[in-house]
């Protein structure tokens, strides 16, 4: 039994981590609002999040929780860019895609709008079966907000230099077994994705590519993809993504989560002098 001293710091600790309408209030009624328990969240501007104009570039493992998360928002429209077919591997970490669809090897951005419907109505759904890396600063300039669930470097730096220059917020995430990372990028005064860059990536990169610009074939490493890491990296982009629409802008960090050890840090980004994003804008 509680003593009188630790009874009331029980109480005071409660009410201050617990809210108080938790604790004395009523749940509100839902109705026929299916919005109607985002909408009591207040960190949150809920009609600036609905309509909203969203891109997600990558419809992989991560790309399939960002996708569902955003979709439960119910956005304006939510566009999926994706080159790549289904196959049987994916099903061990993307719910939005079924076995029909890794038999007929149906295209991952089609077949996420599809199951992304029956999500959410509200929402208009378009899927592009492109490369990213056809896709230029005027394909971008209409979105609010861009979420990269992108596998590779220069698919990252290619859509992380168009959404700069076209002033618009990039959430870039990435992962890599039991360790994924986010970052924020807000232009034009934060830093972005090229700025964490070092010059052994840069290195790795121009292996990738040709002299004359067309990928070279350099046998890459398979990134590994746990579900559960799949999740919770998609779930910090989705609400940095939440928290831009909403007008609550946090650029300048990255957020790196370790499964293995279990811990999250949070580590901030400054401007890399070199980088080519920040010179004078490129009209």
């Not at 039994?1 to 009874?7: A, D, H, I, P, Y």
Request: net charge negative; proline share 4%.
């Amino acid at each position: 039994m509680l003593s009188g001293n630790e009874r009331d710091r029980t109480t005071e600790i409660s009410t201050q981590y617990i809210p108080g309408w938790l604790m004395n209030d009523p749940v509100p009624a839902a109705g026929g609002d299916r919005y109607a328990r985002i909408r009591i969240v207040t960190a949150l501007d809920f009609e600036r999040i609905r309509h909203s104009t969203i891109c997600v570039a990558g419809a992989g493992a991560l790309g399939n929780e960002v996708l569902k998360n955003m979709a439960l928002y119910g956005p304006r429209k939510l566009v999926v860019v994706d080159n790549d077919s289904v196959d049987l591997s994916n099903l061990g970490r993307c719910f939005l895609f079924t076995e029909e669809d890794a038999l007929s090897g149906r295209g991952k951005a089609d077949a996420a709008c599809e199951s992304l419907r029956r999500i959410n109505s509200d929402v208009e759904f378009e899927g592009r079966e492109c490369d990213v890396l056809e896709l230029d600063r005027a394909f971008f300039s209409v979105f609010d907000a861009v979420i990269g669930c992108l596998d590779n470097i220069n698919a990252r730096l290619h859509v992380n230099s168009n959404c700069y220059y076209a002033g618009v917020p990039y959430i870039d995430g990435g992962l890599d077994g039991l360790t994924g990372r986010v970052q924020v990028v807000v232009p034009p005064e934060g830093a972005c994705y090229q700025c964490t860059l070092n010059a052994s990536h840069m290195k790795v990169l121009d292996r990738y590519f040709s002299c004359s610009g067309r990928e070279t074939n350099i046998p890459r490493r398979r990134v590994p993809a746990e579900p559960s890491v799949s999740a919770l990296i998609g779930s910090i982009q989705s609400l940095e993504a939440a928290k831009l629409l909403s007008g609550k802008a946090q650029g300048d960090s990255m957020q790196f989560y370790d499964g293995a050890m279990n811990w999250l840090e949070n580590i901030s980004v400054a401007i890399e002098p070199g980088c080519d994003n920040h010179g004078e804008m490129i009209k």
